[in-house]
Every structure is written in C-alpha cells, then in structure tokens.
C-alpha cells in the first residue's frame, strides 16, 4: 500500500512561485507513473502533469511553460515547480501514484488508472 503526502502550498501573489512536494511511503517499483491534479470546488478535476518511470513528463496546455514535475527517485518525492502562477491556479493539489501499463497511458488523461491519491495542498494565487 502507497501512502503520499503533499506539503508546500500556501498562498502567493500573481506572478509568484511554489513547489510541491509528495512523499511516497513504498519505493518507485510499486508504481511506474505519478502525477499532479488539481480540483475547485465545483469544478472537475483537472490533470495537470504526469511522469512516467523513464523520466517522459505530460502537461496540461494551460501550464506547460510555466509548471514543471519532476522526482526524486532516491527520496521518493515528487515535485511540480510552480512559476509565473495566476489566480486560475488556485485550487486544491493532489499528487497520485499508478501502476500504469502501457507506460504511454500515463498521462492526465487517465487518472482513472491511478490507484494511491494524496490528500491534498491548497495552493492560493491571488
């Protein structure tokens, strides 16, 4: 069983930075893609990035050139730099972790294929 938590939310002014953490408890054999998705109350939950075990990374359109993932496969943590940030990313954050197979299905477009979610970091832009 995979336990993630994230951590490093908080609020920031437009134009600001964050990163995010997510701290897996199993090691990265258990799971072969991991992701960022975000949700507003009252809205859908959105992809926002994905990475699969070779390091390929999906993003959503409305933050590639401003988001980044990444992980560290040593610490079990993944991260998604936030930079240039803007009031339409404020939402709550959720990491998730997936045994996803064929590894081109790791995408945001699949996040019915993840099985272990986080509970969550709100991120404020304002």
């Known amino acids: 069983h995979v336990q993630l938590v994230e951590s490093g939310g908080g609020s920031v002014r437009t134009g600001g930075s964050l990163r995010l953490s997510c701290a897996a408890s199993?090691?990265?054999?258990?799971?072969?893609?991991m992701g960022w998705w975000r949700q507003v109350p009252g809205k859908r939950r959105e992809g926002v990035a994905t990475i699969d075990g070779d390091g390929s990374t999906v993003y959503a359109d409305s933050v590639a050139d401003r988001f980044t993932i990444s992980k560290d496969n040593n610490n079990n943590t993944l991260y998604l730099q936030m930079n240039s940030l803007k009031p339409e990313d404020t939402a709550m954050y959720y990491c998730a972790a997936g045994a996803v197979l064929p590894a081109r299905w790791c995408s945001i477009e699949t996040a019915g294929l993840f099985g272990y979610w986080g509970q969550g970091t709100q991120v404020t832009v304002s």
């Open positions: 199993a090691i990265g054999d258990t799971y072969n893609c």
